[in-house]
């Protein structure tokens, strides 16, 4: 059963709400093409009828991106990603915070006797609509279930017959909208009437068109109109594709127009920095080029990635299908057709200079000859791809008789599921900046053969800024020896479970993602990557050795080896030059039950430490429940400037994805006269990296008491009780406290390690890591006092440790 609506009509849901009228359970899908209105449909009815229902939850993509996100390299069908997904769900839409179930049923029991609404908005992935609202039979009567997508097979294959197409809106409607883009009104100017109804007409009613002309026309001159007629009559009327070019074809110069092509085929949701380097050399002035191309809302920035909309998107391709009847004669082939057609001809193509496949569009079995990417010589962006979760489902793609060549211009070489154990040993990779082959069949990227061209020539140098090899199954090692590879800062070999060697790839490595490989140790030579930032080995559950070397990284900021469970020794993290590094790494030992933490603890320095545990050690001598504490402190420990200690919470957090939980530590001073104040707070932003049932999070912390506090010498003190409280978010839990003093005061160097506060500073955890000394000269810090932020400069505080102790 299908029916129709125009876009943002007034009373778009007259024929939803004669459906709704029904006491039972249903669903219902709302399908249309993109940027037909679907998303402002499904908003529109949620805000209007939402309050009729118990309990009511709008899903988004940003929403299930979120939650599964940590099982990137997961089996699609993961039991524990669909308990991910509807523990996220459940704890929406009953606002509850961190729910947890231990079955798939759990959805159903909680909301069967619920009358409840969920829209879920540009849906295409089947498991996430199963896991979330697998039958009706899950909801109370009168439930409601919308799931808005593009695909209409989606609704049809989970049993959806009641399914709403939506169509364009009227001519009067358009011509609305449109106004409302170019005049911020929606009713016609004078002089411009019959000029936005023929531009109206022109965009071919279709909402997403409205806007990119309305913005585009929104403060130019009747002349200006009159000049946009002509070539907006080129075009049939209401073509979605001609009416989005025209941003395209209002670009001040063909370079900006190219980086769009460039975007538009191959670079879409690609982070900035990466675009910027693959076309270094390009003389596209890619820094300047992508503002304009925001200014004319060809694309957008979402974080630190590039996105266009998938019609604005489309209209790139279409542009590039454009440049000629054949596809050798184009500079990117995005077809699959085209691109099984250059494939399967003996044709060379001099022009091409993008390939972009989507191997879930080829419908049968693409066999490429050994020879095929000879005829490609000036190839520099080859990019095949799979969209889907399931990396390992197979592929209709073959080299039967292996491949003898890739282009020597190559810069971007990324190959889902390539089919062969190695690259070509004649693969000239000088010029190659990004390459990722995720789920191959990779055992090594070069053959060990002597020959002088290939990249085993003691003088080769490669370019290769990232490597990303996840989920090779049958990888053993990473590169023949000899390479240089001075420019790599990110490997991440994730999911390689047969990788065994800890790599030795490039000294400038900034960013090592080791996770879930079979290696065994953390070798001595370690040292040698004087810029590593993170090394993260979660789930090596043959790890059982880290050399100490590793304490000699003075950047390293993030090391986390959660749930290795072979890890005994951590004897590494006892480090005597503390003093000497600038940044003292955040250590993450989720799971590991098998360390000596009592040593761990009182050895060990860094900027904060989680370790499993549901209680606090005996270690620290004044311990509570809950969230704070209270000690007394004698005139001998009032008499130092600073009052030190390392605190240890027992904290349960539960989220989908690693995030920065931000926690507020404030002291209370009171005397025995009942004379009190408080000092500033310290904050300390600690990554939770996944779920957490247990643990312990460590860190150290300094408050001022005397020299820089004259607040505190007044107080009749002696003894001073001082209330200690520790505040998180709504993330975790804090379930219990301690705290174990130190006598100590603090040089510069080690201050900057410590999370710290005076009267007139709050250090952030960014902050942790920067020498005082250069604070001093260049950096100012925040003040939070309520809802006001001050500039403060940097606390002084020049005296030497006269004890060890262990900084953040």
Known sequence: MERSFDTCSKYPWISLRQLLESEEARMVGIWGPVGIGKTTIARALFGRISRHFQSSIFIDRAFVSKTMEIFRTANPDDYNMKLRLQESFLSEILN??????????????????????????????????????????????WSRILVVTKDKHVLRAHGIDRIYEVAVPSDEL????????????????????????????????????????????RGRDKEDWLDMLPRLRKGPDGKILKALRVSYDGLGCKEDKALFRHIACLFNGMEANDIKMLLADSGLDVNIGLKNLIDNSLIHERGSCVHTHCLVQEMGKEIVRTQSNKP?????????KDVCDLFSGNSDSKKVIGISLNLEELYELLRIDKKAFRRLRNLRFLRIYKDSLDLHKQIRLHLPGGLNYLSPKLKLLCWDGFPLPCLPSSFHAEHLIVLRMRSSKLEKLWEEVESPTCPEDPDSVLMLNE???????????VLPTGINLESLYRLDLSGSSRFRSFPYISTNISFLILNQTDIKEVPWWIENFSRLVCLEMWECKRLNYISPNISKLKLLEKVDFSNCGALTDASWLDRPNAETHTKLPALSFINCFKLDQEALIQQSVFKYLILPGGKVPSHFTNQATGSSLVIRLLQSSLSKQLLGFRACLVVDANEPKSKISSWIISCHFTGKDRSSFRSSDCQLDIELPRQMDNHLVIFDCCFPLNEDNDSLAELNYDPVDVEIKF??????????????????????????????????????AEEFGKSI????????????????IQESTDMRCSQTVKERWMYV
Request: glycine content about 8%; charged content about 30%.
């Open 96 to 141: 509850k915070k961190d729910i947890k179930i231990h079955h798939l049923g759990v959805v159903g029991e909680r909301l069967k006797h619920k009358r409840v609404l969920v829209v879920l908005d540009d849906l295409s992935d089947q498991l996430v609509l199963d896991s979330l609202v697998g039958g009706t039979q899950w909801f109370g009567c």
């Open 174 to 217: 358009a011509l609305d909208m449109f106004c409302t883009y170019a005049f911020r009104e929606n009713s016609q100017r004078d002089g411009f009437n019959e000029l936005a109804s023929e531009v109206a007409k022109f965009a071919g009613n279709l909402p997403l068109a409205l806007n990119v002309l309305g913005l585009y026309l």
């Open 328 to 336: 050798r004669e184009r500079e990117f082939l995005v077809d699959s």
């Open 467 to 477: 490597l990303y090899m996840n989920d090779c199954e049958s990888l053993l090692t």
């Open 727 to 764: 505040t998180g978010d709504s993330r975790c839990e804090i379930k219990g406290c301690g705290v174990q003093l130190s006598e100590v005061c603090f040089s510069d160097k080690q201050l900057s390690n410590v999370c710290e506060a005076d009267k007139s500073n709050m250090v952030t």
């Open 773 to 788: 000394a250069e604070a001093r000269r260049s950096r100012k810090r925040l003040r939070v006092t309520g809802k006001t």
